[in-house]
């Protein structure tokens, strides 16, 4: 009975190490993923990164110098070069980035999540991040000297983190990965202590040693996966756009990347824990009943 008990005790702290990264993941898809604030608050930070301030200001920079090479000439867009450069400078460096990355952002997610839950399709609006608001703010800033730029409509300068083709495909996956945020973390914490309950007695260190290890397992392949999954998503999305694309999609993937450490760090803790404890105790053990004195001979 003890050996079914024990056997039995593996096989659900198998389970646990297998339901753990999925659950991360769903709790970690519910939080972010699906929570557009939570998103915004996470790419934010991205207005103070070099590498993202650096494009946008190549890109505004190249689009306001095309489009007065367009309405000026070629040689009117020489001569107004360095004021395209501060005014591009100027708008860049100002608190109209941070506000207007964060509403570009904010909206591109909404449009996401709509395809995502079934509730649009990618056919129902552009899924880009739109910096038009910065390309208008500068060429504002260059009538003011004299420079005449015209503004662009919504949607005129624009670049994408994923490839709209296949965010209709990923509905399902989504909607279950979603579905499972709230029941998967408690069902896995459930079969962790169900495995603890059910081996009997010191097979409980065995039972909690597999849990550990396995864990440790599957969730260093969940990093492994997020990894490569990111390096898949940054080749399908057009060159121009992969540096941008490859910063938003870190700073997303950036909270599921720390939690998994989290969930590794304590899982290899514990399975040092459950080898060193028992072998000191046991040390222990041993040199106490090796020190008693000899019992008296009557």
Known sequence: MGAVRTGLGVLLALAFAVLAPAALTASWASSQVDDTDAYVENVAQLADDP????????????????????????????????????????????????????????????????????DATTADGDLAIDLTELYNAAAALLRDDGIEVADRPDGGLTFRTAPPDRLDDAQEAYQAVVAGGAWLPVAALVVLALAVLVAPGRARIVVGLVAAVGTVVTTGLLLAGVSAGQEIAELQVAAADRDLA???????????????????GIAAVAAVALVVVPLVVGALGRRRAGGRPPAPVY
Do not use: C, I, K, M
């Open 246 to 264: 490859a910063a938003v999609l870190g700073a997303l993937l950036g909270e599921l990347r720390n939690r998994a450490w989290w969930v590794l």
């Open 51 to 118: 590498l993202v301030v650096d494009e946008v200001t190549t890109r505004l920079t190249s689009a306001l110098d095309s489009t007065v090479a367009n309405q000026l000439g070629a040689e009117a867009s020489a001569v107004a070069s360095p004021s395209v450069a501060t005014a591009v400078r100027d708008v860049v460096g100002s608190e109209q980035f941070d506000t207007a990355w964060r509403e570009a952002n904010r909206v591109a997610h909404e449009q996401l999540v709509r395809v995502l839950r079934g």
